[in-house]
């Protein structure tokens, strides 16, 4: 399955920068300077010949205007040749995954042999906009020829023109927040309160250990954070080593104060932060005298109707990638899967192991499988190590791969959900 074109994809390294809750140690970066922090560093970690790079492919949900295509950016650092392609793309909270899964295509199909992919996110910078009057006022005064026609149609400015619109976390469909498509699959599955805390506690605690025993740690590069580089930022700063349910317990629901479940405590965090992963054909690899850590197997993605339950998307994501790995769920060694917010994970986790979910909605007998809490998110998720929406693929892929080679596991699984209602999987084999 991961053979096409005789040619298998490696990771052959990743790295991401730390991430950093929005409106901290990050705040005046953008998401073009942390994508190139992470690059840099995965450059420097794996000595690849920057010449030999034949694409770069970033992921980001929110980009800015003023630099919408940030992997071109990143292909224009001072390591590179001027000359390597480089584009952007967005699959929400997928969107690394995504660049991962395209960097597979382009080197299984032979159109490259070395390609950098991640993601980035800088939810400290998002770009809040002029309404649509104000803009259009704005570009007639600028066509205006005489400083008394500039005038007349600047004194057209009404005080609600000058309202800014921020970029709300919803589905334009709908108009639900993610956090309202929570609630909703809290109520709709029956998910308590203190399941989604005790998985957010869970969460922060395999976070902590792996913080503390360096394995998390070691997929860090350092920031000196721009522009005095006094302060050096080494590790997540979302990890509470010392929370508890007492604590999660006592939080707020935010988006239904009154009835609701969902709280800052059991949802992730709006972070800052960018992933980086360097592929390679097989041959290349071995070629340049790497040991890959793992091979891309097979991925899928897949989407339900966003007005059903949003965030749902991995349980029709997850059975097509395994079917299309000729794997069975219980053939996978390590999951790592995103957490957007507990109630989703918990909500995909019901959707794996309900044999009403698969006949609704894959058509089979069996449920996907069971979840084995030994071998899931291992290191704790998104949850606690927070979620710079562009840059997540990246780094549960990274983990993965890492601790797929700790463990020497054969197979393990990455499973994100994603706005629009979608869903993105993939297979990773040992590398052998
Ligand atoms: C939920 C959300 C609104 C919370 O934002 P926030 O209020 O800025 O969150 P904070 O980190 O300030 O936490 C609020 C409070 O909870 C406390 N808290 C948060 N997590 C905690 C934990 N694990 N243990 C104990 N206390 C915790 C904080 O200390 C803070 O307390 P304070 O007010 O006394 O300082 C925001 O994180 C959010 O929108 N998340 C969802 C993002 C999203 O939709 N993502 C899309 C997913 S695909």
């Known amino acids: 399955m991961s053979v096409r074109n005789g040619r298998r994809v490696a990771i052959v390294g990743g790295c991401r920068t730390p991430f950093a809750k929005a409106g901290t140690v990050f705040r005046d970066l953008t998401a073009v300077d942390l994508a190139k922090l992470a690059t840099r560093e995965l450059l420097a970690r794996t000595e690849v010949d920057p010449r030999t790079v034949d694409q770069v492919v970033f992921g980001q949900v929110l980009p800015s205007v003023l630099a919408p295509n940030v992997a071109r950016e990143v292909s224009l650092l001072p390591h590179f040749p001027r000359t390597i392609p480089a584009h952007s793309v967005n699959r929400a909270c997928a969107s690394s995954g995504q660049t991962i899964a395209e960097a597979h295509d382009q080197i299984a199909l032979g159109h490259a042999e070395v390609v950098i992919a991640g993601g980035t996110e800088a939810l400290s910078d998002i770009p809040i906009l002029h309404s649509r009057r104000f803009s259009a006022l704005l570009v007639e005064a600028g066509k205006a020829r005489t400083l008394g026609a500039r005038l007349a149609v600047l ?8 309202v800014p619109v921020t970029p709300a976390i919803a589905e334009p469909s709908t108009g639900m927040t993610m956090g309202q498509s929570a609630e909703k699959m809290a109520k709709e599955n029956g998910i308590s309160r203190e399941a989604q805390d005790r998985f957010a506690l869970r969460s922060h605690q395999l976070a902590a250990a792996g913080t503390a025993d360096g394995r998390l740690t070691a997929e860090i590069a350092p920031v000196f954070v721009p522009p005095h580089f006094e302060e050096v930022v080494a590790a997540d700063n979302g990890i509470r080593a010392d929370t508890s ?6 939080l707020r629901p935010v988006f239904d104060r009154r009835y609701g479940t969902v709280t800052a405590g059991n949802a992730s965090p709006l972070t800052d932060g960018a992933a980086a992963v360097l592929l390679m054909s097989e041959a290349a690899a071995r070629a340049q005298g790497y040991a890959p850590i793992a091979f891309i197997r097979a991925y899928a993605v897949a989407a339900v109707d966003p007005a059903e339950q949003l965030l749902m998307g991995p349980g029709l ?5 395994l079917e299309r790995a000729g794997l069975s769920w219980k053939d996978l060694g390590l999951v790592e899967m995103h957490e957007a917010f507990a109630v989703q994970a918990l909500s995909n986790v019901q959707a794996f192991e309900s044999r ?12 996907i499988g069971e979840v084995d809490w030994g071998i899931t998110n291992v290191m704790g998720g998104s949850i606690a190590i927070g979620h710079p929406f562009g840059a997540t693929g990246a780094r549960l892929a990274t983990t993965l791969a890492n601790e797929m080679r700790r463990r020497g596991v054969e197979f393990g699984l990455v499973s994100i959900c994603a706005q629009g209602g979608m869903g993105f999987a993939m297979v990773l084999e040992a590398a052998r």
Do not use: F
């Not at 349910?245 to 006592?250: T, Y």
């Not at 994501?317 to 990638?321: E, F």
């Open 356 to 367: 009403a979910w698969a006949e609704r909605h894959l058509g089979r007998s069996e449920p």
């Open 155 to 162: 004194a057209r400015v009404r005080p609600r023109d000058l």
């Open 245 to 250: 349910l007492d604590q999660l317990a006592k």
């Open 317 to 321: 994501a997850v059975p097509k990638a």
